[in-house]
């Protein structure tokens, strides 16, 4: 049928006015298109089964707060990672004002992800030596569960390109502060 002969004015296209209704609605605009979240889609629980468990987690220091991407921050923010063992970091990036990594579970079944966030954002907090600076970080995170293997190699090319996406250098590998701290397999 061509556009003219839609009766209810949809004439814009050849499209039936009940797909184009289809097309716009939020649930399967494309990925630009969607409505901002105002606040953090945090997991309740994380979602087990028989595949890896790896979550893509994104930290904000307070108002955004260039803070972090020095030697003495990202030694702090290694060490609480170290203390807060009941999930395992992999491949990070520390920003100037916010944190990209991958984590995992390190026990089954898992502890809850914000309480395991809490305590080292708490312990970076706590030994944080310039006092003026507090408080540190902003009170949400993102975080999102990968669902397949290739998620988690398409997010570290998304992480890996920040630092040149922001200016801060001109390759990726020269930025000091990033690394590995476990390597996450993934398993379906």
């Given at each position: 049928?061509?556009?003219?002969?839609?009766?209810?004015?949809?004439?814009?296209?050849?499209?039936?006015?009940?797909?184009?209704?289809?097309?716009?609605?939020?649930?399967?605009?494309?990925?630009?298109?969607?409505?901002?979240?105002?606040?953090?889609?945090?997991?309740?629980?994380?979602?087990?089964?028989?595949?890896?468990?790896?979550?893509?987690?994104?930290?904000?220091?307070?108002?955004?707060?260039?803070l972090?991407?020095?030697?003495?921050?990202?030694?702090?923010?290694?060490?609480?990672?170290?203390?807060?063992?009941?999930?395992?970091?992999?491949?990070?990036?520390?920003?100037?004002?916010?944190?990209?990594?991958?984590?995992?579970?390190?026990?089954?079944?898992p502890?809850?992800?914000?309480?395991?966030?809490?305590?080292?954002?708490n312990?970076?907090?706590?030994?944080?030596?310039?006092?003026?600076?507090?408080?540190?970080?902003?009170?949400?995170?993102?975080?999102?569960?990968?669902?397949?293997?290739?998620?988690?190699?398409?997010?570290?090319?998304?992480?890996?390109?920040?630092?040149?996406?922001?200016?801060?250098?001109?390759?990726?590998?020269?930025?000091?502060?990033?690394?590995?701290?476990?390597?996450?397999?993934?398993?379906?």
């Amino acid at each position: 049928m061509k556009a003219e002969q839609w009766a209810d004015g949809g004439r814009s296209s050849a499209t039936p006015p009940n797909v184009r209704a289809r097309r716009s609605s939020p649930l399967q605009q494309s990925p630009l298109r969607r409505p901002k979240r105002k606040k953090p889609a945090h997991f309740p629980t994380v979602e087990i089964g028989f595949r890896s468990i790896i979550i893509f987690l994104t930290v904000s220091t307070h108002r955004r707060r260039p803070l972090l991407a020095n030697n003495e921050a990202t030694q702090r923010i290694i060490a609480a990672w170290q203390a807060a063992n009941s999930w395992r970091v992999g491949r990070y990036v520390i920003m100037p004002d916010h944190i990209h990594l991958f984590c995992a579970p390190n026990a089954f079944p898992p502890s809850p992800l914000k309480n395991w966030i809490a305590f080292w954002k708490n312990h970076i907090t706590r030994a944080w030596p310039h006092r003026d600076q507090l408080p540190l970080w902003q009170r949400d995170f993102w975080d999102r569960q990968l669902r397949r293997g290739e998620s988690y190699a398409e997010k570290w090319k998304y992480v890996e390109n920040n630092r040149v996406r922001h200016g801060h250098v001109q390759r990726a590998e020269d930025w000091l502060y990033q690394g590995e701290l476990n390597v996450l397999h993934w398993h379906d």
